[in-house]
């Protein structure tokens, strides 16, 4: 099982929040273990899902409320 | 701005020990609100409970999104995506919700989003981790 705070340097990675003191380290860990590099494009895929996902309809909130449920 | 319109929202609220939590909630739905506004937005039809756009546009038939994308099943795929996402985002404990719509969503800088929250940017690192993480197994199946 991953280590949780290797996953988490790999989530700050991702974020481009991971001190640089701790970059040159975890980039040779990730070029040595495929495991790691695909865990890395995971965040990166789910992160970009967020951003990019399309809005929810807007629900017009006057018209509901004037509705009895 | 967001805090003015929470506070413009003061007498709505009931419970002055909630008032944390009720600011956080208003922020949070802002943010929503605020990234929803800066992209197009389009209507499904689900009569008159779904209405006008802010900008006043309106799509009765949807065929007005399904004209602008060149792919409509993949405008179906996507707009599958984001109802999961809010439905998963729903489901995030409030503060990793809120660290990953202030830092991921809106870009918020990190020390921001702590002063905003109350905590510290490794929090914030944290919180956001977390969510994600939770999102991650939440919308396995959509990505």
Redesign the interface.
Known sequence: MLDEQL??AI??YA?G?LPASRRDALEAQIAANPSLAALLA??R???N???N????????W???AS?SL | MRFLKAFSSLATLQNGDAFGGWLMRIVSNLSLNYRRSRKIRSQLPLDDLLGATDSGQTDSSGSEWMAKSGDPVRSLEGKELGAQLMKALGQLPEKQRLAIVMFTIEEMPQKQVAETLGCSVEAVKWHVFQGRKKLKELLKGYL
């Open positions: 996953e988490f989530s700050q974020d929040t995971e965040y895929q789910i992160s899902a967020i951003r996902a399309p809005p929810m309809p807007e629900i017009n006057d018209r509901l509705h």
